[in-house]
Every structure is written in structure tokens, then in C-alpha cells.
């Protein structure tokens, strides 16, 4: 311990007994219901007690605190040392005395029932090394395999398990003699293990001995904080197929031991490829909090402005999480977090990282954040109107909306995953699962159509240049440029913008477009006309899509202006640029 905190051991431990809060201004926004940030202070190890280390990071209060309060002592010029303390507010900070049971049924538990019923759920555990996440996500594991398996979850699903580890960009898998597995994007965009084997266990035990199996190949070197120290971010999924309903999505849960982020004083002495490993550790942690809260803004937030970019692509932890954070997949996520924290007060310095990352993951919403219900928009509805619809459009026999939607809102039953929808539906006596997916299509049309409605509204994108044909405008037009044109008739179709591929003359076939127009004409003939795509705005807000099936005919006289469109990498939409 340092020498300095070692002489003012007693005077330290004054000041933390005396320490009084600051009054804290009331809450001006409530917490996320589908994103929870947990901080856990471990215990004083014996090892540590016996090195007379003291702690100095604390939860505020006994009972579940939302503030963690971390205290150093500071030298001062003139007199006895002080105190600096800093605080910060998570969800639920939870001390030494509290259980890793205590973590589970504030944080995890509610993930469970939500991947049996298709949903995506995560659990991530970080912090410093040595700071107890192997300790705490091994136990939620175990907690997780007895309230998956032990027969308490309504309906049957088959559970298949795959748990790898990822080091740097490389993965292995800890179910297969540790073989090297390779992370790819299929064709229809979804992420695919390839090589990772997935396996299928019908009891408890079974699903524990898989789990077992897998932390015995985890990959561990010593480092200078902790001699089994975790180096790569441990994954364990467990994908959950509702055999009744075949077409539903699988529900997804996503157990991640994150490998221990090492402060600059710890790494000075290691190798190359350790500070190699270090930084890109810290990289990926970096790239996972943008993900994180860039997926819970774009949840709170859904329905206003341009959506945030969540660059799930740009390391290979966040792009094995794709479900999790595409934007596109529009899959219903829940997410909890434990940031794991040393008590210790010589830690103090990467407590505070710890803390402060946790802060900042945290997306609250508005208090009291006034739903303007609007009719013909489900996701404005409050419970009652929820209710009240249920009610009226659910068919024969009415689908009980106590049942289906007993406290959900309109956004958080669009949000439903559908196999959790329909299991609700189908506890009303006498309705099919036929009617309850016409019911769950219904919801979604309407849903798809406010949102549409709303996005065509957006405001009038930015025009960079008249297009006269003597202007400059119309001297470069070249194929991928995006116009806005006057349609030659109303087509219903809510667009005037399109992107050019090329002049008509170069398309071979006679076919005609959109408009009933011929596409063929003749080079150096008549006006110059181009062979385009037309842009239609997406069911993301602000967002548009190059719709590649409808393709128009446009001349230049048409062309009214050029438009500067920027594509997303994450979305994949195209949004313009401002
Ligand atoms: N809540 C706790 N109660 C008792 N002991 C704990 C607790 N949390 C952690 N420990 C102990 O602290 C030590 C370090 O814990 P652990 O290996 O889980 O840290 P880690 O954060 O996973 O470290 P690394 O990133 O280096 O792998 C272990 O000996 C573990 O048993």
C-alpha cells in the first residue's frame, strides 16, 4: 500500500465514518426498463486483508443503493490530508454482503423467461482484472442453466448451447478441444459461427457439465493483478427454438465474461504481445460501451430523428452480438450489465474507470415523457388504449388483453418477441396460433405503417445544386448520383428522389419502367435521360432505401436538384446528409 495512505491509515478511515453525502437533486428521468447497469463491489480478499489493503470504494446505503461512492485520500499542502470522494449512480450497486443470488434476481433473472419467449437477452460482466467477473458470471451461469431447464417456464423448447472465447479477432471453441472457429456474416446478413459446435442438453446437469467443460479450456495467463486472469472475453449462447412455432426467431441469451481491462500503471512491465493484447482489449471494450449506448438511445429515442450509430461491425466481440446491435434486425433486446469493482482503495483509480464506464452505458428516459397517443400509431399507446384494442380488433373469440398485454404499453408490445406474443394469445381459451399470428401481423402492419407515415414527413432534403441543363449540375451527372426529380404522375409512392445507374441508351432489353415509360433510347438522341432507382424512405425514421425493383426513367429537364446521401454501415439505410 502506498506509504503515504499507509501512515494516514487511521485519519483515512476517520474521514470515510464522517463522510456525508451531498443532498442529491431529484431524478429527472427514469431508468431504461430493457437496459439494467449493475455495479458489484467485491469482499476484501484474505490475501488483501492480510496486506492491510482497506476498502474505499462503498455502495451509498445498506439496502439495494443506486450510487457508489469511491474515497481518496489527498495530500494537502498546509495541514492534515482530506478526503476526495466520487460518486456515481448506476441502476443497483450491489456491496460485499450481497450474493451473487442477489445480482441474479435484480438483473438476470427477468432475461431468462424473455429468451424463452424468442427474445434476445445479455448479460456482460467487466471491470478490472481480479475484479470478479469470472467469479460472478460463472455463478449466474449455473443460476441461469437451473431456472432454464428446471421445468418452471411455460411450454417446451429445445435449448442448444455453443460457448467460445475470443481473443483479439480470432475465436475458439471451449465445447471442441478449443478449435479455431471463424466469424462471418451469411448472405442475409446473419452472424454465423462457422466450425462452433452446438450442443443440445436436456437436463440441468447436462447444460452444467457443457458449462464446466467450457471454463476448463479458458484460455488464462497470469498477470500482475490476478494469477488466473482472464484474457479473452468468454461467450457462452444459448439459443432457445420454440418447436410450436417453427418460423417464430429462436430466443437468444448471450452470457459474456468480458477479459479484464488493465489500467496503464499494471501493463508497464509486460511484453509486446501483452500490451498488444491489452490494447486490443481495451479497443473492443471501447467499440462494446458505443454499441451498448447506441442501442439503448436508439430504444429510448426510437421514432425521433436520425438513429445512432452503433458500430457492431468494427471488432469482432460486438459483431458475434449482432443480434444484439443491428439496428436492422429489429429484434426485441434486453440487456444487463455487471461492472465489477475491487473494494480496494489502492484500486481506487481503476474503480472510478469502471464506474464511470458503467455511467455511461446508462440511457434513462425522460420523467413523465408525455405519449401524445395518436390513433393510427401503436406505439404512442399507453396501457388502456393497448387494452381497449386488444379488445375490439382481436377476432373471434376476443384475445384476452389482460392476458396478452396486462401492463405493456403500445411500444413494449410491439417490442413483444412474436413466440412470447403468441404463447400470450393462445392462454385465451378457444383462440388458434393462426389467429394469434393474423393478430401478431395485424399489430406489426399497423405498427410498420405509422412509422412509414411518419418517416415521409421528414424534412425536405438538402439541395446542393438547381439543375439547369447549362448549370454544372447537369454537366456531371454520373452513375450513383442522387437527384431529387419531378415524377411525371402521382404514383403513390411517397419519393421524388432517385439514384442514377446509368443513361437508358446503355440498357440493352426493351423493357419499360415504373412509370410505363420506354427505357431503350438511342445514344446522342432527344433528351439525355437516365436509367434510375428510385430512394424510398425506410421504416427507420430519417432513413432510406435504394430501392434497386422499381426503377424509373428520369430527364435531366426532370432533375430538379442533387442530393447528398451518406450510407450507414450499421443501419444500412442511406440518410442524408446535413
Ligand atoms: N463476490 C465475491 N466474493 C468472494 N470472492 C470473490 C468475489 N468476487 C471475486 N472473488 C474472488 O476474487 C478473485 C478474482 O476474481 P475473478 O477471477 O472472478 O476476477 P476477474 O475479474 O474475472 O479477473 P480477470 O479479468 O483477471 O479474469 C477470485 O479469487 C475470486 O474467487
Wanted: with cysteine.
Amino acid at each position: 500500500m502506498d506509504p503515504f495512505l499507509t501512515q494516514n491509515i487511521d485519519r483515512y478511515r476517520s474521514l470515510v465514518a464522517a463522510y456525508a453525502p451531498p443532498a442529491r437533486k431529484p431524478e429527472s428521468s427514469i431508468p431504461n426498463p430493457d437496459i439494467q447497469i449493475g455495479a458489484r463491489i467485491r469482499p476484501i480478499l484474505p490475501d488483501e486483508a492480510a496486506e492491510g489493503l482497506v476498502a474505499g470504494v462503498y455502495p451509498r446505503s445498506a439496502s439495494l443503493s443506486a450510487i457508489a461512492d469511491v474515497h481518496e485520500l489527498r495530500k494537502s499542502v498546509r495541514g492534515q490530508p482530506g478526503l476526495t470522494s466520487s460518486s456515481y449512480t448506476v441502476d443497483c450497486v450491489f456491496g460485499p454482503d450481497d450474493s451473487t443470488g442477489d445480482v441474479y434476481k435484480e438483473l438476470v433473472e427477468p432475461l431468462v423467461p424473455w429468451a424463452w419467449g424468442g427474445g434476445v437477452g445479455t448479460l456482460f460482466a467487466y471491470g478490472q482484472t481480479g475484479s470478479g467477473k469470472t467469479f460472478t458470471v460463472t455463478a449466474i451461469e449455473r443460476l441461469v442453466a437451473e431456472q432454464l431447464m428446471g421445468g418452471q417456464l411455460e411450454g417446451e423448447r429445445e435449448v442448444h448451447v455453443c460457448i467460445f472465447e475470443l481473443a483479439g479477432n480470432v475465436a475458439f471453441d471451449l465445447l471442441n478441444s478449443h478449435k479455431r472457429i471463424s466469424i462471418l456474416e451469411d448472405s442475409f446478413g446473419a452472424t454465423q459461427l462457422v466450425g462452433a459446435t452446438e450442443h443440445t442438453p436436456i437436463t440441468t446437469s447436462a447444460l452444467l457439465s457443457l458449462i464446466d467443460n467450457a471454463s476448463a479450456f479458458r484460455k488464462t495467463a497470469s498477470t500482475d493483478r490476478n494469477a488466473a486472469s482472464s484474457r479473452t472475453h468468454a461467450m457462452c449462447r444459448l439459443r432457445i427454438a420454440n418447436p410450436a412455432i417453427p418460423a417464430a426467431d429462436d430466443g437468444l441469451l448471450f452470457l459474456v465474461d468480458l477479459a479484464g481491462s488493465e489500467a496503464a500503471r499494471d501493463i508497464a512491465e509486460h511484453s509486446a504481445d501483452r500490451m498488444k493484447e491489452t490494447r486490443e482489449i481495451n479497443t473492443s471494450l471501447s467499440i462494446l460501451k458505443d454499441c451498448i449506448r447506441g442501442r439503448a438511445q436508439l430504444d429510448v429515442g426510437a421514432g425521433k430523428g436520425k438513429a445512432p450509430y452503433i458500430p457492431f461491425r468494427a471488432s469482432a466481440l460486438t459483431k458475434t452480438l449482432k443480434h444484439v446491435f443491428d439496428p436492422a434486425g429489429a429484434r426485441a433486446c434486453k440487456t444487463a450489465v455487471v461492472a465489477c469493482v475491487s473494494p480496494s482503495v489502492v484500486d481506487a483509480g481503476p474503480s472510478k474507470n469502471t464506474l464511470r464506464y458503467a455511467e455511461l452505458l446508462r440511457v434513462t428516459m425522460p420523467k413523465g415523457r408525455g405519449l401524445v397517443e395518436k390513433e393510427s400509431v401503436p406505439a404512442s399507446w399507453g396501457n388502456e388504449r393497448v387494452q381497449e384494442w386488444i379488445g375490439k380488433s382481436s377476432g373471434t373469440p376476443p384475445i384476452s388483453a389482460s392476458l396478452l398485454a396486462p401492463t405493456e404499453t403500445g411500444a413494449q408490445l410491439v417490442r413483444l418477441p412474436q413466440s412470447l406474443f403468441i404463447s400470450r394469445c393462445e392462454k385465451t381459451p378457444g383462440v388458434s396460433s393462426e389467429q394469434a399470428l393474423a393478430f401478431y401481423s395485424k399489430l406489426w402492419r399497423l405498427h410498420i405503417d405509422s412509422q412509414a407515415a411518419q418517416t415521409s414527413s421528414a424534412p425536405i432534403p438538402r439541395v446542393i445544386a438547381q439543375a439547369e441543363p447549362s448549370t454544372p449540375f447537369a454537366c456531371h451527372i454520373h452513375p450513383g448520383m442522387f437527384v431529387r426529380y419531378k415524377p411525371p404522375h402521382p404514383t403513390g409512392l411517397d419519393t421524388n428522389i432517385a439514384a442514377i445507374l446509368c443513361p437508358d441508351w446503355a440498357v440493352e432489353t426493351e423493357v419499360k419502367d415504373y412509370y410505363g415509360k420506354d427505357v431503350k433510347g438511342v445514344r446522342g438522341e432527344g433528351e439525355r435521360r437516365y436509367l434510375c432507382a428510385m430512394v424510398a424512405p425506410s421504416i427507420m425514421p430519417g432513413a432510406w432505401e435504394l430501392d434497386l425493383g422499381r426503377q424509373c426513367v428520369v430527364e435531366v429537364r426532370e432533375m430538379e436538384a442533387e442530393v447528398l446521401m451518406e450510407w450507414d454501415v450499421a443501419t444500412r439505410y442511406w440518410f442524408m446528409t446535413v
